[in-house]
T-cell receptor, first 113, second 112 residues
Framework: KAGVTQTPRYLIKTRGQQVTLSCSPI?????VSWYQQTPGQGLQFLFE???????NKGNFPGRFSGRQFSNSRSEMNVSTLELGDSALYLC????????????FGEGSWLTVV | GENVEQHPSTLSVQEGDSAVIKCTYS??????FPWYKQELGKRPQLIID?????GEKKDQRIAVTLNKTAKHFSLHITETQPEDSAVYFC???????????FGAGTILRVKS
């Protein structure tokens, strides 16, 4: 069974631009969540989707948004990029709706210059 | 708000020794406690998890203990090996969705 797949793996953007990151969960998994990982702040929860509905949202500004499609694939978007948005963005999937093991993808490394 | 504190931030042990990492959580609704290992440049990988109806769980050289009253849980690695060197994260989750709150991480170095 293929794991969580994230694209692109690496990208460089300029301040003020916007970026879209994509995530394909493990087959059969309906829950997708996103995390931001930085050396200073560690692993921080961004949001979680289940059956195309956002169920939880972390403490990030409105520039960070996401969505989930009917095939459980998910995208997250960051608009008006800031230098501080440089981070590893990790997607994770889970089989059921709550209280379950989450499996991470390899992440998308975003550098904002 | 929800918070998970993890100690120590770095831990150096001699090969063959044991390593213990401790976490404390604040949300009394937390009932799921996974541990992830992250090697440099790689994704976090689940190594063991425990649910609130269990006090201890073991998998070969790795064990996790949970004290719900004190809101503490710990990771124990015995007979450490150089390949155990990595960053370890504890986390806490509730029955409300799959959101996890992570600790700050522990850099474990196993010296051979």
């Amino acid at each position: 069974k293929a794991g969580v797949t994230q694209t692109p793996r690496y990208l460089i953007k300029t301040r003020g631009q916007q970026v879209t990151l994509s995530c394909s969960p493990i087959s059969g998994h309906r829950s997708v969540s996103w995390y931001q990982q930085t050396p200073g702040q560690g692993l921080q929860f961004l949001f979680e989707y289940f059956s195309e509905t956002q169920r939880n949202k972390g403490n990030f500004p409105g520039r960070f948004s996401g969505r989930q499609f009917s095939n459980s694939r998910s995208e997250m978007n960051v608009s008006t990029l800031e230098l501080g948005d440089s981070a590893l963005y990790l997607c994770a999937s889970s089989q059921q709706s709550s209280g379950n093991t989450i499996y991470f993808g390899e992440g998308s490394w975003l550098t904002v210059v | 708000g929800e918070n998970v504190e993890q100690h120590p931030s770095t831990l150096s042990v001699q090969e063959g020794d044991s390593a213990v990492i401790k976490c404390t959580y604040s949300d009394s609704a937390s009932n799921y406690f996974p541990w992830y290992k992250q090697e440099l440049g790689k994704r976090p990988q689940l190594i063991i998890d425990i649910r609130s109806n269990v006090g201890e769980k073991k998998d070969q050289r790795i064990a996790v203990t949970l004290n719900k009253t004190a809101k503490h849980f710990s990771l124990h690695i015995t007979e450490t090996q150089p390949e155990d060197s990595a960053v370890y994260f504890c986390a806490a989750g509730t029955q409300y969705g799959n959101k996890l709150v992570f600790g700050a991480g522990t850099i474990l170095r196993v010296k051979s």
